[in-house]
Every structure is written in C-alpha cells, then in structure tokens.
C-alpha cells in the first residue's frame, strides 16, 4: 500500500501570527592577529644594495591627502618623490604609512612639500632629492611645489641623450 501525504493544514495569514524579534546583542569583532597598518610619522630606510653607483628611485604618490589649514577642507596632490641614494634607501610601507599621516593635519602646500623632503633626507642621507607636489585645483588655481635636495660636494654625471621611446607605464604622464 503505497502512503498519500496528507495535506498540511493552511499557515495562517501573516498579519495574525504574533512576531517574536530578537534584539541580537552586539558581536565584537575579534582583532586580526596582525592588524591593519595605520599611519605613522616614522620612516625606515634599508642599506642601499648599490652605493657604488648613481641610480634614481621615483616614487608616485598619486592619493595624497590633508587639510587646508585654514578651512579644514580636503586638500589632494600628486606626489613624485625622485632620490639618488647614497647609503640608505627608504623602505615602502613607511613612506606609505608616512604621507598617510598627514591625511588629519592641517598644512599649507608649501610646508607640507618641505617638510617631506627634510623628513626624507634626515633618514636616508641621498646624494640628491627631488619632490614634486602637484596639488589639484582649488579656488580656480593649481599648485605645483617643488623641493630638492643636494648633498655637499655631489655632482651627478653628465647626462647623456639617448632617443626618446614610448612610455608604456599605465602611470599619467
């Protein structure tokens, strides 16, 4: 004999059926073992793997971030970085966490460009530093700052020209 389900009875309609709602207590969220990185104002540096030569470092930092010192409205810039090392080189994610820190702090372009630069060559020592903020246009008017530094007695070599090729880094130009 084969068995014939029996029909359920009909669900009441929802409007009559009494709603129980949990209020779920908060979950606390377990920290990561190595947790996020967060910005800092400290810069490490590594050994230059050849200090025997002269050779250039560029480093693009296209999402900088702070604060108009005078409104607290955001300020944005595009930062290169270019050093030729001597003994040292600075190492990635301190310089990351490094111009991150100054997401909060309120700074004229001008102090702020200056002060990255004497931060860098206080760490590292370079033979020859240039910064280039280019700050996005506020008030009808873009900015573009430019710091160097050159250490005392260093002569770069004589530049030589070779012919121009396409550029191919997917960086803006």
Wanted: with cysteine; aromatic share 8%; charged share 25%.
């Amino acid at each position: 004999m084969a068995k014939t389900a029996r029909p359920s009875p009909p669900a009441p309609a929802l409007a009559s059926r009494p709603r129980k709602i949990r209020e779920a207590a908060p979950v606390q969220r377990q920290a990561p073992p190595n947790p996020p990185t967060a910005p800092s104002k400290e810069l490490h540096a590594f050994a230059n793997p050849s200090p025997g030569r002269d050779y250039l470092i560029q480093f693009q930092i296209p999402e900088f971030t702070c604060l108009c010192p005078l409104t607290g409205q955001p300020d944005f810039a595009h930062f290169s970085l270019e050093v030729v090392p001597d003994r040292w080189c600075v190492e990635l994610k301190s310089l990351k966490m490094y111009m991150w820190s100054f997401r909060d702090e309120g700074a004229f372009h001008e102090k702020v460009t200056n002060d990255i630069l004497t931060k860098l060559v206080e760490v590292t020592a370079p033979r020859f530093a240039r910064i280039t903020a280019r700050w996005n246009v506020r008030g009808g008017v873009f900015t573009t700052v430019v710091a160097e530094h050159r250490k005392k007695g260093w002569k770069p070599a004589p530049a030589i020209d070779l012919p121009a090729l396409p550029r191919e880094s997917g960086l803006p130009a």
